[in-house]
């Protein structure tokens, strides 16, 4: 079997979790891409997916009733179902829109979208966004029921489907995601997330016991309800009596940016901090990139005298020469 390319194990354990139990269908659009699918549908097929090939044949037949049974009884006795077809995507989408599938996966050159900066969108709402007259046709399964269309090009699907960077564009019909307050379920990846964010330089380094107190109070944006996409935090009991809330721990996975992932996930910390009767909220980092966020975010940076001063007991002495402090009123 050829090697897909190397992704850490954490983050590669984390995407494969995502597909147990879900219906995939691959559709290579080229000849070159049928191998690269082979393996990453292998893959997804070992760890729990269920997985439908749909690779170019001599068949020009349209997907029938009897092909939609064919696939399923493969699937019901969970073996990676495979067809051949002169039109695969045509094929591939009919068969997707039959089953209703969680992703339908097309490969091919020139389908990831750009926009005119030439920055790759990683995610696109076709109910809010249009697309260009080529690609609405990869657009339409999304009517029919499929929960999302991933355009990749060849030799990048194990990093659009396997990666926090992504490498391809999303399509999805309505919103691709929710913020929503975390369960049990979402702790042990969202914990993930915040151990990148450390790694990356975004976060402080935190002990285990110190991400685990982190989660029952953290909001987190999931795509399609199932992947964590961003984590913050909103700290009161530290500062009780003095008005102020601490947004802690935020931070998005990459493939988001540009996205409004960030500020959707700072308005709604803002929602909660108000339900608490917290009138200001205060933010410390040591990254540019967040104080830059921060400012458009509508926080006024400030001296660390101007925020709470059980902030800096146990602060790293290491950050504390570097940490700027961001403050806004409610």
């Given at each position: ?9 954490e983050e590669?354990?984390y995407?494969l979790?995502?597909?147990v139990?879900r ?5 290579p ?12 549908a292998?893959?997804?097929h070992?760890?729990g ?9 001599a068949s020009?037949e349209?997907i029938?009733?009897d ?6 009884r493969?699937?019901?006795?969970r073996?990676?179902a495979?067809?051949t077809?002169s039109?695969?995507?045509a094929a ?5 829109a039959a089953g ?7 490969v ?8 005119r ?16 007259g080529p690609?609405?046709?990869a657009?339409a ?6 929960e ?6 060849p030799?990048?699907v194990t990093a659009?489907?396997?990666t ?7 399509l999805?019909l309505?919103?691709?995601?929710e913020?929503?307050?975390l369960?049990?379920?979402?702790y ?7 151990r990148?964010?450390s ?5 402080r380094?935190r002990?285990?016991d110190?991400?685990?107190a982190v989660l029952p109070?953290?909001?987190g944006?999931f795509?399609?309800g199932?992947?964590p996409?961003?984590?913050v ?7 009780a009596?003095?008005?102020?809330g601490?947004?802690e721990s ?5 493939r988001?940016?540009g ?11 803002d929602?909660?901090?108000?339900e608490?009767?917290?009138?200001r ?9 967040a104080?830059?966020f921060?400012g458009t975010?509508?926080y006024v940076?400030v001296?660390?005298?101007?925020v709470?001063?059980a ?6 002495a ?6 700027r402090?961001f403050?806004?009123?409610?």
């Amino acid at each position: 079997m050829r090697a897909t390319p190397s992704v850490p194990d954490e983050e590669r354990h984390y995407y494969l979790d995502t597909f147990v139990g879900r219906t995939v269908i691959f559709a290579p659009l080229t000849d070159g891409a049928v191998a690269e699918c082979r393996d990453v549908a292998g893959e997804l097929h070992r760890h729990g997916a269920s997985v439908v090939l749909v690779e170019p044949g001599a068949s020009g037949e349209a997907i029938s009733g009897d092909d939609v049974t064919a696939v399923w009884r493969e699937l019901s006795h969970r073996r990676m179902a495979t067809l051949t077809r002169s039109d695969v995507r045509a094929a591939a989408e009919a068969l997707a829109a039959a089953g209703r599938v969680h992703k339908l996966v097309l490969v091919g050159t020139g389908l990831v979208l750009r926009d005119r900066g030439g920055e790759r969108r990683s995610f696109v709402d076709i109910a809010s966004a249009g697309l260009p007259g080529p690609l609405m046709d990869a657009a339409a399964p999304l009517y029919r029921g499929v929960e999302g269309v991933n355009l990749c090009e060849p030799g990048h699907v194990t990093a659009e489907l396997l990666t926090y960077e992504g490498s391809g564009t999303l399509l999805t019909l309505g919103d691709y995601g929710e913020v929503r307050p975390l369960g049990f379920d979402d702790y042990a990846s969202v914990a993930a997330l915040l151990r990148r964010g450390s790694t990356l330089g975004y976060l402080r380094p935190r002990e285990p016991d110190e991400i685990e107190a982190v989660l029952p109070r953290a909001l987190g944006f999931f795509v399609a309800g199932k992947s964590p996409a961003g984590v913050v935090a909103l700290e009161t009991d530290r500062y009780a009596g003095s008005g102020f809330g601490e947004l802690e721990s935020l931070f998005t996975i990459s493939r988001f940016h540009g996205e409004g992932v960030g500020r959707r996930l700072v308005e709604a910390l803002d929602d909660r901090a108000r339900e608490c009767d917290i009138s200001r909220v205060f933010a410390v980092t040591t990254n540019d990139d967040a104080a830059r966020f921060f400012g458009t975010c509508g926080y006024v940076e400030v001296g660390d005298a101007d925020v709470p001063p059980a902030k800096w007991v146990g602060y790293p002495a290491e950050r504390r020469g570097t940490a700027r402090c961001f403050v806004r009123e409610l």
